[in-house]
């Protein structure tokens, strides 16, 4: 039961919220007078503007058939009509000094009490009694720019077609309103006074699911707007993303060069950190050498050093450099040639530069053997 209320109670607000937009929507629309003749309406026109009621069926076009009187009552007359157009409807239609005419002004923002308005002029003005006349108004043009709609209003008297009213609904048609013709009973005037004036809430009413429609229509649009808005969102974000591609390619191959720039200093500042210094090594083998010895070159290269020269006994050269607490893995790279001018033997040596925790380092690229003389 509690959710059955719930439920009616929800459609009760979301018809009073309805209700209320439809009202505000119905102000944004232009002003819009008592209906008009249709241009493809076709009616049975009751004119009794003469000695003897003239019914005739007319369209948009002018007069399309003619019921003759030949004595009958309009009773009788007005049945025989609507046997020949049974769908049409009966407007009934005055002279034009039978319908009494005068053009106002009225505020545009009031449209939909124009009826109230115009009946209040009537009291006030003169002397018809509001329940003796039929009124109704049509606009003309549109309003100016202080905001006043021009309205040309139309009273009859009931007492004219109180007698035809009875006859008509006695003959069994439907009234549709009464009209008056123009000044030189050409045509009639382009407006419809309706018997009884309709009620605001109707004139709000007829414009429901058209406000329906606008309502939706702008939800749709909204809708689609936001969609739109989006794509070219996303469009723009693919764009910027296309251009900036090269761009991102570009900073991660830098920071892979950096990446293995780091790397290689790294370990140049590890190597470098843990060799003995150039000036200690060469002082450790200067005081390894016997005095007999002599030194024509001294290399030392990355980790290793190549010494050449002369000495009295050149193969007791390798024990000592391997005691001299700086070298290790010390060979000779020829043979050892005498020489007589000298009187010495001729050498040439190569060894692997310890480090300065006293351990071998391996070495970074393969080393090369020296050509052997």
Same mark, same amino acid.
């Given at each position: 039961?509690?959710?059955?209320?719930?439920?009616?109670?929800?459609?009760?607000?979301?018809?009073?919220?309805?209700?209320?937009?439809?009202?505000?929507?119905?102000?944004?629309?232009?002003?819009?007078?008592?209906?008009?003749?249709?241009?493809?309406?076709?009616?049975?026109?009751?004119?009794?503007?003469?000695?003897?009621?003239?019914?005739?069926?007319?369209?948009?076009?002018?007069?399309?058939?003619?019921?003759?009187?030949?004595?009958?009552?309009?009773?009788?007359?007005?049945?025989?009509?609507?046997?020949?157009?049974?769908?049409?409807?009966?407007?009934?239609?005055?002279?034009?000094?039978?319908?009494?005419?005068?053009?106002?002004?009225?505020?545009?923002?009031?449209?939909?009490?124009?009826?109230?308005?115009?009946?209040?002029?009537?009291?006030?003005?003169?002397?018809?009694?509001?329940?003796?006349?039929?009124?109704?108004?049509?606009?003309?043009?549109?309003?100016?720019?202080?905001?006043?709609?021009?309205?040309?209003?139309?009273?009859?008297?009931?007492?004219?077609?109180?007698?035809?009213?009875?006859?008509?609904?006695?003959?069994?048609?439907?009234?549709?309103?009464?009209?008056?013709?123009?000044?030189?009973?050409?045509?009639?005037?382009?407006?419809?006074? =309706?018997?009884?004036?309709? &009620?605001?809430?109707? $004139?709000?009413?007829?414009? !429901? +699911?058209?406000? @329906? /429609?606008?309502?939706?229509?702008?939800?749709?649009?909204?809708?689609?707007?936001?969609?739109?808005?989006?794509?070219?969102?996303?469009?723009?974000?693919?764009?910027?993303?296309?251009?900036?591609?090269?761009?991102?390619?570009?900073?991660?191959?830098?920071?892979?060069?950096?990446?293995?720039?780091?790397?290689?200093?790294?370990?140049?500042?590890?190597?470098?950190?843990?060799?003995?210094?150039?000036?200690?090594?060469?002082?450790?083998?200067?005081?390894?050498?016997?005095?007999?010895?002599?030194?024509?070159?001294?290399?030392?290269?990355?980790?290793?050093?190549?010494?050449?020269?002369?000495?009295?006994?050149?193969?007791?050269?390798?024990?000592?450099?391997?005691?001299?607490?700086?070298?290790?893995?010390?060979?000779?790279?020829? =043979?050892?040639?005498?020489? &007589?001018?000298?009187? $010495?033997?001729?050498?040439? !040596? +190569?060894?692997? @530069? /310890?480090?300065?925790?006293?351990?071998?380092?391996?070495?970074?690229?393969?080393?090369?053997?020296?050509?052997?003389?």
């Amino acid at each position: 039961m509690i959710g059955v209320r719930a439920a009616d109670n929800f459609v009760a607000s979301g018809r009073q919220f309805l209700n209320w937009w439809v009202q505000e929507l119905a102000d944004f629309l232009p002003p819009r007078g008592p209906r008009s003749r249709a241009p493809d309406a076709t009616v049975v026109v009751v004119a009794l503007d003469a000695e003897e009621p003239e019914i005739f069926l007319e369209s948009h076009k002018g007069r399309v058939a003619h019921v003759g009187a030949d004595g009958g009552s309009l009773v009788d007359r007005l049945r025989e009509a609507l046997m020949l157009w049974p769908q049409s409807v009966v407007r009934i239609r005055l002279s034009d000094r039978q319908c009494f005419k005068r053009t106002t002004q009225l505020p545009a923002g009031a449209h939909r009490d124009f009826d109230r308005i115009l009946a209040l002029e009537l009291e006030r003005d003169t002397p018809f009694p509001t329940g003796t006349i039929l009124s109704g108004y049509r606009l003309i043009g549109r309003p100016d720019r202080r905001g006043l709609q021009l309205v040309e209003h139309f009273v009859v008297k009931r007492s004219l077609i109180a007698t035809a009213l009875e006859d008509i609904r006695e003959a069994g048609g439907t009234i549709d309103g009464v009209e008056c013709w123009d000044a030189v009973r050409a045509t009639a005037l382009p407006i419809v006074i =309706p018997l009884e004036a309709r &009620p605001a809430a109707e $004139r709000v009413k007829h414009n !429901i +699911k058209g406000l @329906i /429609l606008l309502l939706l229509a702008l939800s749709v649009l909204g809708a689609w707007q936001l969609l739109a808005r989006q794509e070219a969102a996303i469009q723009a974000l693919a764009a910027e993303a296309t251009l900036l591609t090269p761009s991102v390619k570009e900073v991660v191959a830098r920071a892979e060069a950096d990446r293995l720039l780091e790397e290689s200093s790294s370990r140049l500042r590890t190597l470098k950190q843990s060799r003995l210094p150039a000036s200690v090594v060469l002082h450790r083998v200067t005081r390894a050498l016997p005095d007999h010895t002599w030194l024509d070159s001294f290399k030392i290269d990355e980790d290793s050093i190549e010494i050449s020269g002369l000495s009295q006994t050149a193969t007791l050269l390798l024990p000592l450099l391997e005691a001299a607490a700086c070298c290790s893995d010390v060979r000779l790279l020829g =043979p050892v040639r005498y020489d &007589p001018d000298h009187d $010495r033997e001729r050498f040439q !040596i +190569k060894a692997r @530069i /310890l480090p300065a925790s006293g351990k071998a380092l391996v070495a970074v690229t393969p080393e090369t053997p020296g050509p052997r003389q």
